[in-house]
């Protein structure tokens, strides 16, 4: 592979209402620590390298801001820049020095053709502390799920601008990867943009276990799982986060060796599956499966908007 390519999965960035209540969820049930913040923004790590894994910014609409993504080198971040700006892509901004408190680094962003913010850098700042102790707690971002329109221009801006590579491809949905690990990103075919779900990793079966109770504890029930999907093999939890957002925790995902790997088709998945938990066991809850559109993001949204518009009108 091209060294102009993107090479991992850094974080994820949303918009929230309340900043302090999303803090203290994703802190004491979730499992993260806060790291840096400064005017309604919150960086939170995990325990791995990573400066930080999910920025939260408090604003009047919440919703999916950015997914973060990491490249080689400055050279790396100026070539993918001249790729996407070549290719037509929608750049919000163009490689720059970024701010110390995020981790500095260079990079720039670009939209996906469906208008979903990515932003791609090297050189930020990483932690030489992590501890890998208690398994309950997230070690990395794993992945993140996109809900589509298109599926196959999706595809074709993450594999032709960015360097990904397919996978996995089920009737549902395409799981593509920017390194070894199985997938960073997948695709599903849906009505439009959203964030379908992100998820953290945690080191084993035990540490899953571990955190689910710990959601349980602060009031969260599994709303999938415990089970172990088809492509990627990973074991997998799903919850829904205080905002809707839906967060998953996963472990043992696979790696792919590159010089044997075959790319896995709907009608192989099809024939090998009966469904997406490999144990047959775990179903997605009728509330999981609503939140995974984004259903409860729009109509917070539009609760909050109602109740502005009262105010103002008395
Ligand atoms: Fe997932």
């Given at each position: 592979m091209s060294n102009i390519r993107v090479n991992g999965l850094r974080g994820v960035e949303l918009a929230v209402h309340d900043l302090k209540e999303t803090a203290d969820f994703y802190s004491n049930a979730w499992?993260?620590?806060a790291v840096s913040g400064d005017n309604g923004v919150l960086y939170m790590r995990a325990a791995g390298k990573e400066h930080h894994v999910l920025a939260i910014h408090e604003r009047p609409r919440a919703g999916f801001?950015?997914?973060?993504f990491a490249a080689a080198d400055r050279a790396s971040v100026d070539g993918l820049h001249a790729k996407a700006k070549a290719m037509g892509c929608e750049i919000v901004s163009a490689p720059m020095d970024l701010p110390a408190i995020a981790g500095g680094g260079y990079g720039f962003s670009v939209k996906t053709p469906e208008g979903q913010m990515l932003n791609i850098s090297s050189d930020v700042a990483t932690h030489g502390d992590?501890?890998?102790?208690?398994h309950s707690r997230p070690q990395k971002l794993s992945h993140v799920v996109f809900n589509v329109a298109d599926l196959d221009s999706q595809e074709r801006f993450f594999t032709e601008v960015l360097g990904f590579r397919l996978t996995d491809s089920?009737?549902?949905?395409?799981?593509?990867?920017?390194?070894?690990?199985?997938?960073?990103?997948?695709l599903a075919r849906a009505q439009g943009p959203s964030l379908n779900h992100m998820a953290y990793e945690v080191s084993n079966f035990d540490g899953l276990m571990r955190g689910a109770g710990r959601m349980k504890k602060h009031g969260y029930k599994i709303g999938w799982g415990v089970g172990r999907h088809g492509p990627g093999n990973n074991l997998f939890s799903y919850f829904i986060e205080p905002n809707g957002f839906v967060t998953e925790y996963t472990a043992e995902v696979d790696t792919i060796d590159e010089a044997t790997h075959v790319v896995g088709t709907p009608d192989y998945w099809g024939k090998m599956m009966n469904g997406p938990d490999r144990y047959g066991l775990a179903d997605p809850s009728p509330?999981?499966?609503e939140a995974m559109t984004g259903k409860f993001i729009d109509e917070?949204?539009?609760?909050?908007?109602e109740i502005i518009a009262q105010k103002l009108a008395s």
């Open positions: 499992g993260l620590t801001l950015a997914a973060n992590g501890d890998f102790r208690d089920t009737a549902r949905m395409n799981f593509i990867r920017c390194s070894s690990y199985h997938h960073s990103v997948a509330e999981l499966r917070r949204n539009k609760r909050c908007e």
